[in-house]
């Protein structure tokens, strides 16, 4: 009893840290240079994106549902993946992260970042010119059926109708377990209550940071996150029913820790429920 009561109060008091989340400071802190520096090639955009692109098109990849976790106000998670499935569905926790993933569907203008760069160099990723990203911005708008609010804290983190009855075939989900809970055992609880969106045997795309105890999403807007190391990351994935395919890890160059975080690492993980 005093153990469910202390979990519930540290997850709303994450919940109460996300009130005050800036999309438009966390795109420029984490998606501007240095951190997104594509004439770099040690820079960390080119690795997730390469990472993402081979994970999606290596033909262990089936079925029509991508499902995003978590996507905050970014796109970049799902540029590799809209080409391989049908239909993808976008989720957050916050509407003003859901407005700002709309307006760029509803290409409305008012974007807080152009995506422009990032579609480009996943254009290129695929063998396509660069100046294909206008094609790669018209599929990603076409595929996109919805943004949906969701709370990986609750055992159905998404509407009961939100998904088909068997699930999605894939997940991603990029930087939110560890920045949403509490402590390790919250994150593990959260990796299993979004596992219960995907059909077994389909596959999870999971990207996070590692060493990290803290993140600002705003100016003075600081987040705590759940320090993770890569045997940490293993063993939850275990424990929630998955098997892992591939871990990968990159260790932040140090012009690329610019205050906005205490991130040493970023891991990608391909996963597949078992
Ligand atoms: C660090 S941001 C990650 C955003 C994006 N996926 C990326 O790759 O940069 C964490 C996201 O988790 C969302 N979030 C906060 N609490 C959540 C919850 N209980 N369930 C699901 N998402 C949540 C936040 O609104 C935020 O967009
Ligand atoms: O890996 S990043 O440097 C990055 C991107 C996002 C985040 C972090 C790091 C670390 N803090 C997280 C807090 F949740 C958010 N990167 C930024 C440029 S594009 C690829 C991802």
Not at 5 to 27: I, Q, S, T
Not at 93 to 119: A, H, I, K, M
Not at 136 to 162: E, F, G
Not at 190 to 219: D, N, Q, T, V
Request: glycine letters at 8%.
């Amino acid at each position: 009893m005093m153990e469910e009561k202390g979990r519930e109060n540290g997850v709303a008091a994450m919940k109460a840290c996300y009130r005050r989340f800036d999309p438009a400071a966390y795109l420029q802190y984490n998606y501007t240079p240095p951190r997104a520096d594509f004439t770099r090639k040690d820079s960390i955009v080119p690795w997730k994106l390469a990472c993402l692109h081979r994970a999606f098109t290596e033909g262990d990849m089936s079925g029509e549902l991508l499902v995003d976790i978590g996507s905050g106000p970014t796109l970049y998670q799902v540029m590799s993946g809209c080409e391989v499935f049908s239909k993808v569905l976008l989720t957050d926790f916050l509407e003003v992260n859901r407005q700002e993933l709309r307006r760029w569907l509803q290409d409305e203008g008012q974007c807080s970042l152009d995506w422009t760069p990032y579609l480009q160099h996943v254009c290129k990723l695929e063998g396509r010119r660069p100046s294909a990203w206008t094609e790669k911005a018209a599929k990603l708008r076409q595929v996109v059926a919805d943004i949906l609010p969701i709370d990986v804290h609750c055992s159905q983190p998404l509407a009961p109708d939100a998904l088909p009855s068997v699930g999605a075939d894939c997940l991603v989900s990029c930087f939110c377990l560890e920045s949403v809970s509490p402590d390790l055992a919250a994150f593990t609880r959260a990796l299993g209550h979004i596992g219960k969106l995907l059909r077994p045997g389909g596959h999870l795309m999971l990207i996070g940071a590692l060493g990290e105890s803290y993140y600002f999403a705003g100016p003075g807007v600081r987040i705590p996150v759940v320090p993770l190391n890569e045997a940490q990351v293993c063993t939850s994935l275990k424990e929630s029913g998955y098997t892992l395919i591939r871990l990968e890890v990159y260790t932040l160059t140090q012009d690329m820790r610019v205050g906005v975080d205490d991130v040493t690492g970023v891991f990608f993980v391909k996963a597949k429920k078992d």
